[in-house]
Structures are given as structure tokens and as C-alpha cells.
């Protein structure tokens, strides 16, 4: 089963998990009181007062839920930002902790929890592994992105793979249309990640880098494949008609140089589609 975690970041910073047809509202700048929020920091101190010199009533691991009660006017500074100290309640212990410790969002995957947030145009993953080790996964977002979409699966038919996070995110710049695609997979008790697809579109000119998974309909690999496609639409024979180049290239997350593998294919396909435009 696909989940769907909507995360719409424009200036009204609203968060929507769609999950079996449930709808969730989360996440926003202005919690409300008594609203449920989840902890993305590890070994987070719950302090007395808001301050780094009151006493500690607990340490809260990473994914720990919580009760929002108020913000403060008092602020914590972190990577040069300056966030505010909020009142929450954990278990039944009232506190304060930095608004920067909590997430976006928990998705919560057969009891096994994953934490998302995003600070200063990357989004970050954090769960704990089989070994409680905490592990953390990061992709950095183009500037100017709108319409941020988290999608959850399965395997989707990967050896060993035991989750896929596909993050997509568009771009618009003038009349160009850029919809990103960047992939998370949980694997192993650790993270590894792909670099990003692309589907480029400006006027009648098409191109698409992006993955086939084995799940997907009408598939023909068997395995995860990288793919790009050059669509021209244009009508330069006088008649409405469709130029299409197709290149391929089969991804084994087994090598250890799987990345540096793909990024020489991905310059080889690139240098391939440029002598064919070029004929």
C-alpha cells in the first residue's frame, strides 16, 4: 500500500498526511493547544523553565509524541536561527524543549517510526535501525520549490529493500516546468539514496530523467533502472508528430560504488543524447 504525505510549504506552512483515506492537518508554524506533535531530535531535554540552566525531568528519544500547550516569548539560537521555547507534556511531565527538536511529521510504518523535517531547504529522515542506532538521510531541495510530496511504499520489488521514500517537489521558472523526484530507500538498517530524476518540460520539448521500479505497471526491467527520455512535440514537419530518444541503465545497490557508477552512466547518456540531437 502507497501512502501519501502531502506537505505543502508555502507561506501558510501546512502539512497533510493522506493514509487510507484519512486526512490529518499537522505541522503548521502556530500549533494549536493540546495538538500532537512528534520529536525529531534523539535524547531531547525536557527542562523545567525555558532555559538551558533549568533542571532536566527527562530525556525524550527520537519520535516521542507530545502535547503542545504554548509557545514563550524566550528563543534558543541553533545554526544562527533563533527559535522559540515551547510548553509541551510528555507522558505526565509539563516541560519546555526548542521548537527546533520537533518534526514535520511521523510516518508510522508497521509500528517502525520515521521522523521528517526540513531546515534551511533540506529535508532530512531520521529513524532508529533494527539496532537502535540512529540513522539520518538528507536531500537538499532546489530553490523556489512549491508543491513538496512525500510518497511511502513497500519494497516495489527491490532485493532487500524494505521501504521507498520518493520525495517530489516542481520548480517553475518562466516557462520551464521542473519536477524533481529524489529517492530514500531503508535498506539493511541503514538509508542509501539515488541522485535525483528530472522531468523538464518548455514548450514542445519533453525530457525525463527518471526510475522504473520493478512494481511499476507495464514495467520491463526487473531490477531498479535509470531512464531518459527526449520528447520533441513539435510540429516541425508540418504536421503534428512526436521525435523520441530512449537511453537505459540498470542500477545494482549490491556495488559499493553504485553512485559514482551511475553518475558515469548518466554523463555517457547525456553525451550520447547530445550527438544524437546534433545529427
Not at 532555559?51 to 514563550?72: G, H, K, N, R, Y
Not at 540513522?135 to 516495489?156: F, M, S, T, W
Not at 520551464?176 to 535525483?196: A, D, G, P, Q
Request: charged share 30%.
Amino acid at each position: 500500500m502507497k501512502h501519501k504525505i502531502f506537505l505543502f510549504l508555502l507561506c501558510l506552512n501546512v502539512f497533510w498526511i493522506y493514509a487510507q483515506e484519512q486526512v490529518v492537518e499537522i505541522g503548521r508554524k502556530e500549533l494549536k493547544p493540546n495538538e500532537l506533535v512528534y520529536l525529531f531530535g534523539n535524547d531531547v531535554k525536557l527542562r523545567e523553565q525555558p532555559t538551558t540552566d533549568s533542571e532536566v525531568l527527562a530525556l525524550m528519544p527520537i519520535s516521542s509524541e507530545l502535547q503542545f500547550l504554548e509557545t514563550t516569548s524566550e528563543t534558543y539560537e541553533i545554526n544562527g536561527v533563533e527559535y522559540p521555547w515551547i510548553k509541551v507534556q510528555y507522558t505526565d511531565q509539563i516541560g519546555y524543549i526548542v521548537s527546533y527538536f520537533l518534526a514535520k511529521k511521523e510516518v508510522l510504518i508497521y509500528g517502525h517510526s520515521f521522523v521528517v523535517n526540513i531546515i534551511k531547504d533540506k529535508l532530512y529522515l531520521r529513524t532508529k535501525n533494527a539496532h537502535s542506532e540512529l540513522i539520518e538521510e538528507e536531500i537538499p531541495l532546489k530553490e523556489d520549490y512549491k508543491n513538496l510530496v512525500i510518497n511511502q511504499y513497500g519494497d516495489r520489488r527491490l532485493e532487500n529493500v524494505k521501504h521507498v521514500f520518493e520525495i517530489v517537489y516542481e520548480v517553475q521558472k518562466g516557462e520551464k516546468l521542473n519536477i524533481y523526484k529524489e529517492y530514500i530507500f531503508y535498506k539493511r538498517s541503514t538509508f542509501l539514496k539515488i541522485s535525483s530524476s528530472k522531468i523538464e518540460k518548455e514548450k514542445d520539448i519533453e525530457i525525463q530523467e527518471v526510475y522504473a521500479f520493478p512494481d511499476d505497471e507495464n514495467t520491463r526491467f526487473g531490477f531498479l533502472t535509470y531512464c531518459k527520455f527526449y520528447i520533441d512535440r513539435s510540429m516541425k514537419y508540418g504536421f503534428e508528430s512526436e521525435t523520441r530518444y530512449e537511453y537505459y541503465y540498470a542500477i545494482d545497490f549490491d556495488e559499493p560504488n553504485y553512485l559514482e557508477k551511475l553518475a558515469k552512466a548518466k554523463e555517457k547518456i547525456e553525451k550520447q543524447l547530445e550527438n544524437r540531437l546534433e545529427e
